[in-house]
């Protein structure tokens, strides 16, 4: 018998809040996290705004008597068998800051500068690893890179680990922090972001008709998975069930997504057949919607295919109108989203929607949050290289 797999916990930090429910209320309220840039000078970069953090203390949340903040889930390590409790964080790129600045100090002042926590701090999976070491889960421990669709395969991978019976309870999500000089300059120089400049927060406006390309972001989304039988045993309040996940590739560019969406509609249908649903049961879509050109288009026309006659019924929104676009951490913050939908019965609007775009006619939640009946939410995910994922969240009813 196939184990039933609950989530029980969301961590979120974004552009509009450190901490999940204060980031949700600003998702419901349509505000824009997305403003000039301050961590760097951008004197001579085509693009100069982001979807920064702001004010975020990192001891605030490590210092013990700030852990209830972290947890959610109330869970405790001595709540489990922590051989039965996994981690998997990815990230796209991965400790981008580190690399620029010991990279930086080795042309400044040679190889002997490099601080000797510079891989450990560089590479994808020790955020992975740091949970593992805090928590002492010694589950499973793993960590993707697969670039804007990572941590979605993170959740969806770890699904399956506890779907499968190889864990109990996984801490899952992703993180990424790429608004650095050289993140920013490379996305810029391929010609992806927003120039915007003068007008932040109406930069991110996907599937609008003036949309001139996406606003990168930064933060992390973080899901705490359970099997169905573990958090019943310890009391955890169940806030969604995760039913399906799909995985496609597209196999057609390094950058661009395929020809009509196929990437998209495949991996879509990949999850449904996963959750042994219909397109008739989702009621809501989290689009991966960048609020580029090309790829808005093309995830429109995904959607149309897998709908069919009733895709302009689906109310389908883009958050990253408003977060920005977390790249690796994107999937992460992205299903947290659709769990706190489906929790509360409210749709996250998709904002700066003011001009239609003919080849972009879905209903997207336009401008306002929208209460809702919903019992499935689908979250899309795709990165460069054609990697794509999908999860499906089920609303929990207590049975």
């Known amino acids: 018998m196939t184990r039933r797999v609950v989530v029980t916990g969301v961590g979120l930090v974004c552009a509009l809040g450190i901490g999940t429910e204060e980031s949700w209320k600003n998702l419901l309220a349509g505000v824009s996290g997305v403003a000039t840039i301050t961590s760097f000078d951008t004197t001579g970069f085509d693009c100069r ?41 990815s990230s796209g790129i991965g400790g981008f800051d580190i690399i620029e600045r ?12 490099i601080s000797p926590f510079f891989i450990p701090s560089a590479i994808v999976n020790l955020a992975s690893g740091h949970i593992s070491i805090r928590y002492g889960a010694r589950g499973p421990n793993s960590a993707t890179a697969t670039a804007c669709s990572a941590s979605a395969h993170a959740i969806g991978d770890s699904f399956k680990i506890i779907e499968r019976g190889a864990a109990e309870m996984m801490i899952c999500g992703g993180t990424e922090a790429t608004i650095t000089p050289m993140g920013i300059g490379g996305f810029a120089s391929m010609k992806a ?64 997504p395929a020809e ?31 609020s580029t050109p090309l790829g808005d288009c093309l995830e429109t026309i995904a959607l149309k295919r897998v709908f069919g006659e009733r895709a302009k019924q689906v109310p389908v929104s883009s958050t990253k109108s408003m977060t920005g676009h977390l790249l690796g951490g994107a999937g992460g913050l992205e299903a947290g989203i659709c769990v706190l939908a489906l929790r509360d019965q409210i749709l996250p609007p998709t904002i700066n929607q003011e001009t239609p775009d003919p080849a972009c006619d879905l209903d997207y939640v336009p401008n306002k949050a929208r209460k809702a009946s919903v019992e499935y939410a689908l979250s899309n995910s795709f990165g460069f290289g054609g990697t794509n994922a999908a999860l499906i969240f089920k609303r929990w009813s207590g049975k």
């Open 260 to 290: 009509n969406g196929d990437g998209a509609f495949r991996v879509m249908r990949a999850a449904l057949k996963d959750a042994k649903l219909s397109p008739e049961d989702v009621g809501y879509v989290n689009a991966h919607g960048t």
């Open 49 to 89: 705004i982001g979807g920064e953090i702001k004010g975020f203390d990192p001891f605030q949340w490590i210092e013990k008597k700030e852990l209830k903040k972290m947890r959610m889930s109330n869970w405790k390590p001595e709540d489990s068998d922590l051989d039965e409790v996994g981690v998997y964080v």
């Open 102 to 113: 010991e990279h930086g100090k080795l042309l400044n002042g040679g190889p002997g500068r």
């Open 193 to 256: 972001l927003s120039t915007r400049n003068d007008d932040p927060s109406h930069a991110s406006r996907p599937f609008d008709a003036q949309r001139d390309g996406f606003v990168v972001g930064e933060g992390a989304g973080i899901l705490i998975l359970e099997s169905l039988e573990h958090a019943q045993k310890r009391g955890a309040q169940i806030l969604a069930e995760i039913v399906g996940y799909g995985m496609s590739g597209d196999a057609y560019h390094i950058t661009q």
